[in-house]
């Protein structure tokens, strides 16, 4: 009797990791998400950083001031 061939292991997910200095430098307010997506339990990102990668996010027009006229 022959086995089914079984499939190759999987390969160990990479994670995508930001530049510190652009995420560092990002507004999150920019971003807002749209599929309220969890990590998975090895992700070793943040939220923070998560979002700022997410491709799915949606773009946010943003106008910071001093003065508090938040989001246009």
């Not at 009797?1 to 390969?11: F, V």
């Not at 990791?17 to 807002?32: C, G, Q």
């Not at 749209?34 to 996010?57: A, I, W, Y």
Request: charge should be positive; glycine fraction near 4%.
């Amino acid at each position: 009797m022959r086995h089914p061939k079984l499939p190759p292991p999987s390969a160990p997910i990479v994670w995508t990791r930001a530049d510190p200095t652009a995420l560092a430098a990002w507004n999150p307010a920019t971003k807002r998400c749209t599929m309220n997506c969890g990590p998975h339990r090895n992700d070793p990102r943040s939220p923070h950083e998560r979002m700022f990668l997410c491709n799915d996010c949606e773009e946010v027009p943003y106008i910071a001031t001093r003065e508090g006229r938040g989001a246009a």
